[in-house]
């Protein structure tokens, strides 16, 4: 057995400040990788095919499914995204440390598959903070938006779950802890 670095899964609700806190992170070390996701959901203004995500559509997906590409996958406010199994491998056998973006049933398929792996709760510091995030980043429609707080209610709840609860409070702070976390 070689001496893998841990895997680092990162969770927690929709609009709680996950993208900001992980490209806060790499901006400073970009020796920690972050695993891009496939999703069947449609890129945001400025996202890129490759760098955020690989944008997929639906028969894509069930290919990578049904060839067993995927670390895991989950379906999240009406589309499904999920995590390339063989890159993520390929970096912890390299000895690189690597860190997962991921939803709530997402991390609970890593915690069954992978035991070893650290998972991360990043909280926001109050609900009311958590809708005026959502709301206020302007990347969805008001339908959408409702549909992510509801889902966000029962993450919430799991966070017992998890080994750790960082506050997103301070995005350099959370940034500093959650490095601390993966080394
Ligand atoms: N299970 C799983 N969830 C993912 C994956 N990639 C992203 N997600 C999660 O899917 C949810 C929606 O992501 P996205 O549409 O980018 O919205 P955002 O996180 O609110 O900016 C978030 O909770 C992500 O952490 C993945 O590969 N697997
Ligand atoms: N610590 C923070 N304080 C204030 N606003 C924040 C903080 N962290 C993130 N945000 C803002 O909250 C919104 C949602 O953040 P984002 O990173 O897109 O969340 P997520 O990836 O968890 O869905 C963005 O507009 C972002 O600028």
């Known amino acids: 057995m070689t001496d893998r670095p841990r895997l680092?899964?990162?969770?927690?609700?929709?609009?709680?400040?996950?993208?900001?806190?992980?490209?806060?992170?790499?901006?400073?070390?970009?020796?920690?990788?972050l695993s891009v996701s496939a999703t069947t959901r449609r890129p945001r203004p400025g996202e890129r095919h490759g760098v955020h995500y690989f944008f997929v559509d639906d028969e894509e997906f069930d290919k990578l499914i049904a060839n067993g590409e995927l670390l895991e996958w989950a379906e999240f406010a009406g589309h499904r995204y999920g995590t390339p199994r063989r890159a993520v491998l390929d970096h912890l056998d390299a000895g690189v440390p690597v860190l997962l973006e991921i939803d709530l049933q997402g991390a609970r398929l890593v915690r069954d598959s992978m035991p070893d792996a650290r998972l991360v709760f990043l909280a926001p510091p109050s609900w009311e903070e958590l809708v005026r995030r959502l709301t206020g980043r302007g990347t969805e429609p008001p339908e959408v938006v409702e549909r992510r707080l509801a889902v966000a209610r029962t993450e919430l709840a799991a966070e017992p779950e998890f080994d750790v609860t960082l506050v997103n409070t301070s995005v350099e702070d959370v940034a500093a802890e959650l490095l601390a976390l993966i080394r």
């Open 8 to 33: 680092t899964v990162l969770s927690g609700p929709s609009g709680v400040g996950k993208s900001t806190v992980v490209a806060h992170l790499r901006k400073a070390h970009p020796e920690v990788w």
